[in-house]
């Protein structure tokens, strides 16, 4: 699965904030950056039906699509030597980056290790299918502290429906196997599930079996929103399936966020509620999609092309290739700059005056091809769901967050909603029509528990 927006790193987001406003790019200077590395290029076993990866083939035309040693040297030496924090991540994505084989990984390690500096701790996250997964490649990742990500989008008919092999046969199994490789290796590991038309409608199946069977603790919902071009670039308007609707995935997002305050907090971690309680804490978001700004999560190819992030793989956000300029002047490019500062700077007004902009920030802009409903365009495709799901738990997080800054467990919430579930019926039945719902929507009861 290559990288999808969400999750810009396969297991935990650590991206730092975005540019930051100011005269102009003079002031850009990355402390730290994230680049998701294609060694692969979009090669892959699987055809997954909503893959945005597979057509960029065509953009390196003859190519052998692996990266050479020589390449790899250069990236390892350029990326330790451009970060300034205490930590440095190589993310490998693809494609499927395991067909490299394990040889290229362990190239990887012997050249971190050759430019390794002593003042950073270096980690390796990788993104697979999973499903080329064997014994070696799960003592490899457990000698070596990988964090992977694994794609698995529900239980076996909700994941098979497009996540297919090349003839368009099931996948399932096989990235069951690879998941119960990774555990019984002790690997530490999440699960990325695309939310689409075809699981959408099916939220707390697909939870309770990634809790509960698969024994996922780490997960991330990415929803899957596919325009309707036949460049597969960020352009043209509307969207074809599989797309998930933007109404389904915020019903998505509440159904798994109302079983989940009610007994998994502090137990199992869904990335966007991670998210959204850092935003309520007053943290803010620290994924690219919830920032005011971007431009700190780039891509490269197998070529050592460098583009300015995995979803605009497209020739007119190449930024040059590494083998030419250095890594850190390409990331410092004003062209970059203005990527990252396109995010703030095109926000609609509808969005600067929504009252969940603190978290949402106008979401990615490779969604903004809707337009606001006073006829302003560039609203993000999903704001309808991710409105009604930001609003859904605006109360249960600001007890959270309460909880938090003094310094007790959010997970207390757990308790408190269960009292509060117990509570609420008698509650509703003495509110009057006009009063606010006592169930913490901000609504009146006549327009949320009491509608007729
Ligand atoms: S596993 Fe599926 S989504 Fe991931 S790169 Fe391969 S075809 Fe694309
Ligand atoms: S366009 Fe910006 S917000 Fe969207 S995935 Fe790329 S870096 Fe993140
Ligand atoms: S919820 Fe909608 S209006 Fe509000 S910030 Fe997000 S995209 Fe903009």
Redesign the pocket.
């Known amino acids: 699965?290559?990288g999808n927006g969400v999750e810009m790193s396969p297991v935990k987001a650590r991206e730092q904030d975005g540019p930051q406003a100011g005269p102009g790019p003079a002031r850009w200077s990355p402390q730290s950056f994230h680049v998701m590395v294609k060694p692969r290029g979009?090669i892959?076993n699987?055809?997954?039906e909503?893959?945005y990866?597979?057509s960029k083939e065509t953009l390196f035309p003859g190519s052998g699509f692996r990266m050479t040693e020589e390449v790899l040297e250069n990236y390892v030496r350029s990326y330790i030597e451009a970060q300034h924090g205490p930590e440095v991540t190589f993310a490998w994505q693809?494609?499927?980056p395991t067909l490299m084989g394990l040889e290229f990984f362990e190239t990887v390690i012997r050249l971190q290790r050759k430019h390794h500096r002593s003042d950073v701790r270096i980690v390796n996250t990788l993104q697979t299918?999973g499903t080329k997964l064997d014994d070696d490649w799960g003592r490899f990742f457990k000698e070596h502290g990988f964090l992977i990500g694994l794609?698995l989008d529900g239980p076996r008919d909700l994941h098979d429906r497009y996540?297919v092999t090349k003839g368009g046969g099931p996948s399932f199994d096989d990235v069951m196997h690879g998941l119960r490789l990774l555990q019984r290796h002790g690997v530490e590991h999440n699960i990325l599930c695309c939310v689409h038309e075809g699981n959408a409608g099916a939220p707390l199946e697909v939870y309770r079996f990634l809790r509960d069977e698969a024994g996922a603790l780490h997960l991330q919902f990415i929803p899957i929103v596919i325009r309707d071009n036949d460049t597969g670039f960020q352009e043209g308007s509307g969207v074809v399936p599989p797309s998930v609707g933007s109404r389904q995935y915020g019903e998505f997002l509440v159904a798994i966020f109302d079983d989940w305050v009610r007994q998994d907090v502090g137990r199992v971690f869904v990335q966007i509620f991670d998210e959204a309680l850092a935003a309520w804490a007053g943290s803010g978001p620290s994924l690219c999609v919830f920032q005011e700004t971007c431009g700190l999560g780039l891509a490269m190819e197998h070529s050592g092309d460098l583009y300015c992030c995995d979803h605009f793989v497209e020739p007119r956000h190449e930024l040059g290739n590494i083998n030419g300029t250095e890594l850190a002047d390409l990331v410092a490019s004003e062209k970059q700059w203005r990527f990252g500062m396109a995010k703030r700077d095109t926000l609609t007004r509808y969005c600067r005056e929504c009252d969940v902009r603190f978290i949402c920030n106008g979401g990615c802009p490779k969604n903004r091809f809707e337009t606001t409903p006073d006829g302003e365009p560039g609203l993000d495709y999903l704001c309808e769901g991710h409105h009604a799901f930001f609003r859904h738990i605006d109360g249960p997080m600001q007890i959270m967050a309460d909880l938090w800054r003094s310094r007790r467990s959010p997970a207390l919430i757990m308790e408190i909603q269960t009292r509060e579930d117990v509570e609420l019926p008698s509650r509703l039945a003495e509110i009057s029509r006009n009063a606010r719902c006592p169930c913490g929507s901000g609504k009146k009861f006549k327009h949320c528990h009491g509608r007729e």
């Open positions: 699965m290559p979009p892959c699987l055809d997954c909503y893959c990866y597979l693809g494609g499927e299918n794609s996540r």
